[in-house]
């Protein structure tokens, strides 16, 4: 079916049941999501989502991930209340990965930093280039 | 190491060697890479790296991916023209994605659609929205 979209008009609509059904789930059920900023269009996470994270996403209006750390679902912001709030989701043409534009409460990184990416790299030398904006110690608790 | 910088301030700059040396390639020896548009910030598309491939994109500028069908480094656009050349390259915090800031040239998706999130989710009901910007067979050639 995600074959046969590949030439298909835009307008073209379908059940969203049928088109999670085509997803290629890894083989820990899994596929990439990837958090947008809305506003500012900064790529703010990747995180992952099992189909009942992603379900679950869609029908409430909060993202809510798949922790495969804690082997559960992670809904975002549910410790630290740095909720993200979606605005559209969309899926890749092969059908392994989401694209999440979100509303993000407070800072995304568990680091108190806006997103997780602040590590630039270069060819040599690489450099840490976002600072803290919330002492994660606020968020989560003083570490043990 | 990740985890000694979640607390360092910006400026702080480290051997990208060593950097590498942490992150968290998966069971086959890759992790996730984002592409964004580096003037819109769209995002582009998802598609993975090894090791070599990172370390041959930040070497030479042009983005070089892990074809997971091929089994082989994947150069974007040798064959359909459509390279991207590389802006800024970061990694996320728990060193198992990458985040790569491009100017894309022609298409980014193989379907000849500018990226390759054309498909929008609702709960219920979910649409195809991007147009096909340049017909792929004038891409790869004509499908046998």
């Known amino acids: 079916m995600l074959k046969a979209l590949e030439s298909a008009q835009p307008g073209t609509r379908l059940a969203t049941g049928e088109l999670l059904d085509q997803l290629r789930w890894n083989g820990d059920g899994l596929v990439a999501a990837i958090a947008q900023d809305h ?35 992670w809904r975002k912001g549910e410790q630290s209340g740095n909720q993200q709030v979606l605005r559209e989701a969309r899926i890749d043409c092969d059908g392994d990965a989401v694209l999440l534009r979100v ?36 968020l989560y608790g003083p570490k043990a």
């Open 39 to 73: 506003d500012s269009k900064a790529v703010l996470m990747l995180a992952w989502m099992n189909r009942e994270a992603l379900e679950e996403t869609l029908r409430t209006g909060r993202v809510c991930y798949y922790s495969r750390s804690r082997q559960a679902l």
């Open 103 to 138: 509303e993000q409460r407070g800072p995304a990184c568990h680091t108190g930093r806006e997103h997780c990416f602040y590590l630039r790299l270069g060819p040599e030398q690489s450099e840490l280039t976002e600072p803290v904006v919330v002492d994660p110690a606020t």
